[in-house]
């Protein structure tokens, strides 16, 4: 049997694994799942649709953790790619908690409105095939978790999950920071999948930044991409979208410095400091193909434009449909911010 769940971060403190939820295909939605040493207290970040929720299962099952040991589910943002699951994963999780930006949190108990958003933009079918159904979760189970709140992991102290609000790809996403305080200097940080070893804990302390969409994709084939095998980064314009506060969001995770990426499209990226560069130049040339005069290119146009912006080791048919969504984002942030 394969595993499901991929070890991507360890010290003597924690873990982290990542699963792919299956949302919308193979290898395009991770949620990731933190643990202390001892798997004595453990969290889930994001959840994908509820018809992935048997496969979190059987991972949790897998590394040996009990599910009264999950004490967290942190989603990063109320799109339905990240949180449509939330309600089965409590069902099956009695300890759990979700913690949430406080303006989505309403949406996590009463999600009919998110829900009929998402049916009016891909029907009810393709609603259904990829999300499953989307029901209320009790309001006792949701945390409106405010900006630079600490959420400990563990009774040690050690761990903690630190909330950040990022509103720009959505009005209610939140950057997650995971920090081991109080590791001895040189505590070893191991990236299994990447040899031998990803080396030190920072001196900050970050080990991992979940930025969920506020950041970029990059899926499996953009990680290591051209001749020094650098990742491409591809940033999520959706619609309402923030520009400038997307920008404060890629800057946060810069100043964090954390030792390594963990993307929900898709897995982890260890850390460089010219990564936040990357995105807002390419972010820069998205915004570049929408004058802010009339008209506005259609969706088709823009994803050409967007195809040769990419290498072609980088293109798949997952990045596409990115940049479809991104496409009528630049549409939207045309119309609100064109010359009158
Ligand atoms: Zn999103």
């Not at 403190?13 to 799942?33: L, N, P, Q, R």
């Not at 996590?108 to 989307?134: C, M, N, T, W």
């Not at 979760?137 to 945390?143: F, K, M, S, T």
């Not at 560069?277 to 506005?296: C, E, G, N």
């Amino acid at each position: 049997m394969t595993e499901i769940a991929a070890l991507v971060q360890e010290s003597d403190f924690h873990s982290i694994w990542m699963v792919d939820s299956m949302t919308e295909g193979k290898e395009k939605v991770s949620v990731y799942i933190v643990a202390t040493h001892d798997k004595s207290s453990a969290a889930f970040v994001d959840v994908g649709s509820a018809l992935g929720v048997p496969r979190l299962m059987s991972a949790l099952q897998e590394l040996s953790i009990a599910p009264t040991a999950v004490r967290w589910i942190f989603l990063t943002h109320i799109h339905c790619d990240h949180f449509a699951g939330a309600w089965a994963l409590l069902e099956n999780l009695p300890n759990a908690t979700i913690a949430v930006h406080p303006a989505g949190a309403y949406h996590v108990q009463d999600p009919s409105l998110i829900s009929a958003a998402y049916v009016g933009l891909v029907g009810e079918d393709r609603f259904r095939k990829h999300y499953g159904s989307v029901r209320p979760v009790p309001a006792e189970r949701i945390h409106a978790a405010l900006n630079d709140e600490q959420f400990a992991l563990g009774a040690d102290g050690r761990l903690s999950m630190r909330a950040m609000h990022s509103p720009g790809h959505a009005p209610h996403h939140t950057h997650y920071a995971l920090t081991v305080t109080g590791a001895p200097v040189g505590t070893e940080l191991r990236h299994p999948v990447l040899t031998p070893t990803a080396g030190p804990l920072p001196p900050t302390g970050v080990a991992a930044v979940f930025p969920g969409d506020g950041f970029a994709a990059c899926y499996q084939n953009m990680h290591k991409v051209g001749p020094r095998a650098a990742p491409v980064f591809f940033p999520q314009i959706t619609t309402p979208f923030d520009v400038g506060a997307f920008r404060a969001g890629v800057d946060m995770v810069g100043r964090l410095e954390p030792a390594a990426l963990l993307l929900p499209h898709y897995g982890m990226v260890p850390w460089q400091a010219d990564h936040p560069a990357k995105v807002h130049k390419t972010l820069d040339r998205l915004l570049a193909l929408v004058p802010l005069t009339d008209p506005a290119p259609d969706v088709q146009d823009l994803q050409m434009e967007m195809l040769c912006m990419v290498p072609a080791a980088a293109r798949s048919e997952t990045l596409m449909e990115d940049f479809e969504v991104v496409a009528h984002g630049l549409q939207a942030w045309h119309a609100q911010n064109k010359r009158k």
